[in-house]
Each structure stands twice: as C-alpha cells, then as structure tokens.
C-alpha cells in the first residue's frame, strides 16, 4: 500500500503537521491541510493496527486526530466519507437490517485426520486430470465471519455471515474495526465493485485485559475471544464496539464490476495472489501466515506442523485452511449447494492431555447433592492448569470405566471446561482400584438416597454441615440478600470459628470477636456490619431466592412474593395453588409445598421474622398503579449503567412484571451488550418493542 519512499514522505508530514499544530498554522489552504491530516492519520492507522509497528506516540496522534475534527468540525462542507472521524459513531443502532450477499458465503467441508485429507485430494486430482495440484494453505482464524463491500473504492457496508445467503448489515460496527481500511484503490485494477470476505477476531492479550477490566468493574468475565469477537459486532452501541479492540484478517475478494474491456488483475489469478493484493491494499490478510506447496503430502506436513505452533500465535485458531491456488482450476471443481470442492478445513485435535487420576472426593452441595471431582496430577491444557475435574455422578464413572490410578484423557471442551475423554486401559498394571461411591454423606453420614427419576444420589439432611455452610454462601450472595463483605470466605472461616452456625446467625454475630481476628479492621467490621443490617429491609422476593429452595430460580421466587402479602401465607397455600400461578410445573410446586411444610423450615422463618427481617410483599399494594402496571419485562445481555437485578426491581417498583422467557406474552424486551437468542426470538414477533439500556432509562425518566 505505501512504497518506501511514500512512508517517509508521510513520516516528515507528520512532523510538519505537529510542529504547526503548535501555532495552529495551516498548510497553503485549509482543503490541503485536512488532506495532510486524513493522509497522515491512515498512514498511522495501517502502521499501528495492521504492521502493529506504530511511528508516532498515542499522545501524538491523538492530537492530530483532535486537531482534523476540530478543522471538519468548522468546514463540515468538507468532510470525505473515507475520513478517519468518520469511524467514530453517533448514536446507537436501533436494529440490524437483512441483507444479502451478493455471492453465498458457504461453509467449508471439514477433515480431521491425513486420510480425510488424502481422500479430497484425490477428487480434486480426478476431477481436475491433474497429477499434483498447487495448494495454498493458511490458518483457519477461530472468530466471526464477515463480508465487506466497496463501492468506488469506499467502503459501503459490512455484513455477518448469517445464514451463507443474507447477513446482518453491521456497517457501522465494521467501521469501527480500524484494520479494516474506509477506502481502497480498487480503482486501480479497474474494479467499481467489489465483495471481500474475512474473520473478526480478538487478540489473546486484548482479551485477557479486557477481561481484566471487567472483573475490576464488577462485570463478568467475556467467555473466549470467539464469543466476544462475535457477540461485539452485534452491539448495538458502536462506541463500545471500538473499545473491544477488534482486528480483522481479510481473505477473499469476489468482484463483481469492472471497466469494459478491463484485464482481470493478474494477482487475482491465485488465492495467494489475492492475499498478497489485499495486503498491498492496505488491509491485513494472512499473507505473511500462507504457505504456496505442491502435492497433499506437503500439505499434510505443513497442518501438522502448523498444528504444534499454534499457542505461538497471537489469535485464536481451530485449524488450517486448504484451497486449491488456481482460480480456473476451482472454477472446474466448482461446488456443492453447501460448500466448495476446491477447499477444505483441516481441524485441530481438541485441547488433550494424559494425567493419572489420584483421587475422587465427594463434595456436598446446597441441596444435598453429592458431586464427585476427580483429582488429577496437575496438567498444562491449552493454557491452563487442570487439577480438578468434575465427574458429575456415579454413572459417568461407571460409563468411563474410571479406576483409582488410571491414566485418563483429559480434553478441555470449547477449549474452557475440563473433562475425562476414558481412561487408558490399555496402561493399567494391576495396582488401579475401583471408585467406591459413599453410601452415606461424607460430611454428616448419614444414609444417601437417590430418587428414581433422578441420577444424582443426595444427602436428605437438611441439618448437614457441608449444605448449611453451601445455604449461608447462597443466602449471603449477590442475587440474593447481596450481602456486601460478607462472601464465602467469610462464610467458612465464621462457620469453622464457631461464630456462625445457622442462617439467621447471620444477624447475630458477635462482632466484637470478629474483631479480634486478622484481617478485620474497624473499616471493615462496620461495612460488613452496614451491610448485614441494610439486608433487612430486602425485597420478599430476595428472601424467598436466598432461602434455596430446590428449583426455585429468581423468576420464580418473584412470582411466589407477587402471589402473597406474608412469606408465611405459603405455609397454607396447597400445591395446586402453586401450580395455578405461572410458569411453575409440578416439581417447582412440589419443591415448594415440601419446604413450607417442614417444621424447622418454619422454625428458621419464625426466628428470622424475630430478628427483623422483612417477610412482608410491601409492593403489592402499590404495584397496580405504577406506570408500568400491566407491562411485561425481560432483560437480555450485560447492563453497564445498571444492575440486572436493581432494573428489574425498577420494572417492578412501577407495577411491571419480569417474565422468563421470550413470548408473545412480552411487552419489552431490554437488550445489553452480549445479547443473545431472546433478542433473535424478539426480533420475530411484532409486538414486542427491543429497548436499549438508555431507551429503558428514559422511559423510566430517571437519572442515572
């Protein structure tokens, strides 16, 4: 894109630009000055997002990049489309459009092992009448696919992949990508139209310190860099899209008019010569990442050779991509109806390691369950130390034939969960021992049960340490009565203390000996004393949730405080009452009536009431005459000005209602970052109206 000779003359106009931005002193006229400025600026973004060799500081190009706004600002008449301020986004996007490819994107047919590979060739090879076929073979980027369209040499509009047919027009998040290039000489070559296909993606440091952030921030973490590449395009502020610090790798060009008479370029007579245009052009291809061989042999040596460098990278790649070079020679292969015969993938093996199991310990959960984790010598996989793997139940064990001893396959699923794959059988030497599942819990022992319908055996104690502990960590968390500086740290060294042994313990702690211990300073006593005394005056329905009843969400422990005035009217409600009220099933409202019938359960209730505690509905007198009365609620994706839990109760404090689940019941629909299917389920029934965060905000009229 810039001869060697071209980047010096930028760098040197960078220099002059900032020396007169010291005096705000123009060029000869102020159209060549806002030219210099859009020339200097791209020159800057190709150096720093595509070469990731920058030649001028941060602070610098800021500075030039204020000084061209301000300048565009003032001579609004001379604004380009291809200017770099024309990134930056103004307002919110209300939907994404439908729009067609002008060529399907299709899928591509994979392969995982030298014989798939080998077996393709040799169609290609009978189809083509060759001897040996030119392959051009390149890393399959794990991220989102996208299609981009220029339009004399300006970028027009960027799609998702969607169905391979039509796409979600994304144009103006796509501008927000600053690898991607807002104009290109396609001109150059003759071309007015052209289709590019490429991968959004995130760069593994990028992620990790984004993530980091969020954590700071009280946020949850993004799951893998696939997921948020994805789920970032599709934001619906622009401006948060730029902070997510996507890149894209482009690798097709599909073009679709051209002068009369015009050449084909003859870069375009090869896929590698397609990315090598397209690097020249400016944008970044994995041109650099390619590799040009003949034969299928080479082709096999090269993915596994590739296959073992790929954590060397610094993006995110689930295998290899092969195509045949020669662009007439894929027109002759042609394709299918869902992908072409002239590529394959060639997918790497699942994240796996070999460890021996050394042990199996039985944790006790909040209901009782029993949980098996294996306890596996340490083992890098993917880039993480696993040393605990969760075996679900006794069937797994049983179904993986798992000894004491073994040596067992450990995958990392989606390259995020661990799990044993088998054991090695074929290793074992005589000394390996049977898993023996306990009989009685591991921590109160008594009798375990396991109901017929169920496969996880339980502990019915509901007195157990293990699960009184698991209760107070529920009914103290953030969902729940939102304890703040309380935890499950807290929790255990309180409980193993003797300071704290029941859940109503909670508002009797002796706060003068848990001053004495280390750690606890006078700050941070009376926070946590505030914030256990704050828990008081809870909503009912946080209540009823941080009771743990046994399938009794947050949704449905609304729908339980809405229904009465006192907790305690449960008591005598039957279960077909509970069933009559919405979207509870049988086992929720056998769950219920089991609970409220249990005398110590009560007793905890009564002690609790005794202490305090709100047990009473005190909006459902109000609720009827909010301004939201009537209205149904949803909320989908991550909220940044509120919290999920405190909109919801905004929703309710004005007589609206919070339902589960997409319907033709649904009045609004709240969409934040990282939305999901609800807002694809929404998008499909008329009725329902898709808010934003600040949408939401104002038609509660409240300030935030």
């Given at each position: 894109m810039y001869t060697k000779e071209i980047e010096i003359t930028l760098?040197?106009?960078?220099?002059?630009?900032?020396?007169?931005?010291?005096?705000?002193?123009?060029?000869?006229?102020?159209?060549?000055?806002?030219?210099?400025?859009?020339?200097?600026?791209?020159?800057?973004?190709?150096?720093?997002?595509?070469?990731?060799?920058?030649?001028?500081?941060?602070?610098?190009?800021?500075q030039l990049f204020a000084w061209l706004k301000k300048l565009e600002q003032e001579h609004p008449e001379l604004i380009t489309a291809d200017s770099p301020t024309q990134r930056v986004a103004k307002g919110?996007?209300?939907?994404?459009?439908?729009?067609?490819?002008?060529?399907?994107?299709?899928?591509?047919?994979?392969?995982?092992?030298?014989?798939?590979?080998?077996?393709?060739?040799?169609?290609?090879?009978?189809?083509?009448?060759?001897?040996?076929?030119?392959?051009?073979?390149?890393?399959?980027?794990?991220?989102?696919?996208?299609?981009?369209?220029?339009?004399?040499?300006?970028?027009?509009?960027?799609?998702?992949?969607?169905?391979?047919?039509?796409?979600?027009?994304?144009?103006?998040?796509?501008?927000?990508?600053?690898?991607?290039?807002?104009?290109?000489?396609?001109?150059k070559y003759g071309i007015h139209q052209i289709e590019i296909r490429g991968e959004v993606l995130i760069n593994k440091n990028t992620f990790a310190a984004f993530n980091e952030k969020r954590i700071a921030d009280n946020l949850p973490p993004l799951a893998n860099p696939r997921n948020a590449a994805s789920g970032s395009l599709r934001m619906v502020d622009p401006n948060e899209v730029a902070k997510r610090g996507l890149e894209a790798f482009l690798y097709h060009m599909s073009f679709h008019t051209m002068n009369p008479g015009q050449t084909e370029p003859a870069a375009l007579?090869?896929?590698?010569?397609?990315?090598?245009?397209?690097?020249?052009?400016?944008?970044?291809?994995?041109?650099?990442?390619?590799?040009?061989?003949?034969?299928?042999?080479?082709?096999?040596?090269?993915?596994?050779?590739?296959?073992?460098?790929?954590?060397?990278?610094?993006?995110?790649?689930?295998?290899?991509?092969?195509?045949?070079?020669?662009?007439?020679?894929?027109?002759?292969?042609?394709?299918?109806?869902?992908?072409?015969?002239?590529?394959?993938?060639?997918?790497?093996?699942?994240?796996?390691?070999?460890?021996?199991?050394?042990?199996?310990?039985?944790?006790?959960?909040?209901?009782?369950?029993?949980?098996?984790?294996?306890?596996?010598?340490?083992?890098?996989?993917?880039?993480?130390?696993?040393?605990?793997?969760?075996?679900?139940?006794?069937?797994?064990?049983k179904e993986k034939d798992l000894k004491l001893g073994d040596m067992v396959l450990v995958e990392r699923a989606g390259d995020v969960i661990p799990y044993i794959v088998k054991s090695v059988a074929d290793l074992r030497d005589g000394t390996e021992q049977?898993?023996?599942?306990?009989?009685?819990?591991?921590?109160?022992?008594?009798?375990?049960?396991?109901?017929?319908?169920?496969?996880?055996?339980?502990?019915?104690?509901?007195?157990?340490?293990?699960?009184?502990?698991?209760?107070?960590?529920?009914?103290?968390?953030?969902?729940?009565?939102?304890?703040?500086s309380f935890g499950e740290s807290n929790v255990r060294k309180f409980f193993s203390l003797g300071l704290l042994k029941e859940i109503p313990g909670i508002y009797e702690l002796?706060?003068?000996?848990?001053?004495?211990?280390?750690g606890f300073g006078k700050k941070s006593l009376t926070n946590l004393e505030t914030a256990i005394a704050q828990s008081k005056t809870q909503p009912l329905h946080r209540l009823i949730f941080g009771l743990g009843i046994r399938y009794v969400g947050e949704t449905t422990a609304k729908t339980l405080a809405n229904a009465v005035t006192h907790i305690m009217d449960l008591q005598n409600w039957t279960e077909e009452q509970i069933l009559a009220l919405e979207d509870i099933g049988p086992k929720v409202a056998g769950s219920i009536r089991s609970f409220f019938a249990n005398a110590d359960n009560i007793a905890m209730l009564n002690k609790l009431a005794a202490l305090g505690i709100n047990m009473e509905n005190t909006k459902k007198s109000s609720n009827e005459s909010g301004n939201l009365s009537g209205q149904t609620f949803l909320f989908t994706g991550t909220l940044h000005k509120l919290k999920r839990s405190d909109a919801e109760e905004l929703v309710e404090k004005e007589g609206g209602k919070i339902v589960s689940g997409v319907s033709s019941k649904l009045n609004y629909l709240v969409v934040g970052e990282e939305a999901g299917s609800k807002l694809e389920k929404a998008k499909k029934i008329n009725t329902i109206k898709i808010l934003t965060e600040e949408e939401f905000i104002q038609l509660l009229n409240i300030n935030i």
């Open positions: 760098a040197q106009l960078a220099k002059d630009l900032l020396s007169r931005l010291q005096q705000q002193q123009l060029l000869q006229s102020i159209d060549e000055t806002l030219d210099a400025l859009r020339r200097v600026i791209s020159y800057n973004d190709w150096r720093y997002y595509v070469q990731s060799e920058p030649v001028i500081s941060d602070y610098e190009y800021d919110l996007t209300k939907e994404f459009v439908t729009v067609p490819h002008l060529v399907p994107m299709l899928s591509l047919e994979n392969s995982y092992n030298a014989d798939d590979l080998l077996d393709w060739d040799r169609k290609a090879r009978e189809a083509s009448g060759l001897a040996e076929i030119e392959y051009c073979i390149e890393p399959k980027f794990d991220g989102a696919s996208i299609s981009l369209i220029y339009e004399n040499d300006q970028l027009t509009r960027g799609a998702t992949r969607g169905d391979g047919v039509a796409g979600e027009d994304i144009t103006v998040n796509i501008k927000q990508i600053r690898s991607i290039p807002l104009s290109a000489r396609f001109s007579t090869t896929h590698s010569g397609t990315l090598e245009l397209l690097s020249t052009l400016g944008f970044r291809s994995p041109a650099k990442e390619k590799k040009v061989v003949k034969g299928i042999q080479a082709v096999i040596d090269h993915c596994l050779w590739f296959e073992n460098e790929r954590d060397n990278l610094p993006y995110e790649i689930d295998g290899m991509v092969v195509k045949v070079n020669d662009y007439q020679l894929q027109d002759k292969l042609g394709m299918t109806t869902h992908h072409p015969r002239w590529a394959i993938a060639y997918k790497f093996k699942a994240r796996q390691a070999t460890s021996k199991l050394r042990a199996v310990e039985f944790q006790v959960g909040r209901t009782g369950s029993i949980t098996p984790v294996a306890k596996i010598d340490p083992v890098p996989i993917g880039g993480v130390t696993v040393g605990s793997i969760s075996l679900f139940n006794e069937e797994v064990i049977d898993i023996v599942f306990p009989t009685h819990c591991p921590v109160c022992h008594d009798k375990l049960v396991k109901p017929a319908e169920e496969s996880v055996w339980r502990c019915t104690n509901i007195n157990c340490e293990a699960q009184v502990v698991e209760r107070m960590i529920h009914f103290v968390s953030k969902d729940a009565m939102d304890i703040k002796d706060f003068e000996k848990i001053g004495q211990l280390e």
